[in-house]
Every structure is written in C-alpha cells, then in structure tokens.
Nanobody
C-alpha cells in the first residue's frame, strides 16, 4: 500500500525554522515529481513548492520564495521542506504529494494522485 508520511511539524515562534520530511513506502519517489502543499485554517489547500523527479528543477510559490528550500534524497526515498523566517500566516497543515504532472501543472492539486496525511505547523507570535 502506497504511503506518504510527513513529520517535523509542530509549534514554532515567529521567525523560527522547521524542516518537514516526507517518507514514502511502496512508492519509488525517484520516479515522481514531488510537491508540498498546505492548508491554512479555514482555507483551501494551496501549493507551496515542487521538485522534479531528478531534483534539478524546483519551483516555489511567491509567499515562501527566499524563505524555504525543497530538497530530496532519492536514495533514502525522502523529500524535505526547510522553512525559515516563519510567520503566523504560515500556520497550516502541510502535506507532501507525488505525481507525474507536466511541469506547467506542478501547482495543481489534482495532478498528484498520492498524498500524505498532513502535518500541522503552527507559528506563534
């Protein structure tokens, strides 16, 4: 059974940092483009960042650009999202996703068939 499991979330103060991890089982991540999405309280799930299957191409949404780094370790079947300078508006449930979207569609939730259960990140002032 395919599983994506996120970890590394939690409570952090304004300006702090977190590194989210996403581990896969029954799925070889090296063959998938991977995305991070988040769902703030009361809002729809939104795109955060994506990394190509080989790790060479990366895309960030504007609100995390310069503050976050997506990376992958295909040997460990893991992807990561390092988040710095966190703000209260970064509070959300963060989920990783795997799929084969064309790169022009990496921001689209429906292009990813596999999802983790989500991990809460809460930023306090």
């Amino acid at each position: 059974q395919v599983q994506l499991v996120e970890s590394g979330g939690g409570l952090v103060q304004l300006g702090g940092s977190l590194r989210l991890s996403c581990a896969a089982s029954a799925l070889t991540l090296s063959t998938y483009h991977m995305g991070w999405f988040r769902q703030p309280p009361g809002k729809d799930r939104e795109f955060v960042a994506a990394i190509s299957s080989n790790g060479y191409v990366i895309y960030y949404t504007d609100f995390v650009k310069g503050r976050s780094t997506i990376s992958r370790d295909n040997a460990k079947n893991m992807i990561y999202l390092q988040m710095n300078s966190l703000k209260p508006e970064d509070t959300a449930v963060y989920s990783c996703a795997a799929g084969h979207p064309s790169w022009s569609k990496v921001t689209m939730r429906d292009e990813y068939p596999y999802w983790g259960q989500g991990n809460q990140v809460t930023v306090t002032v």
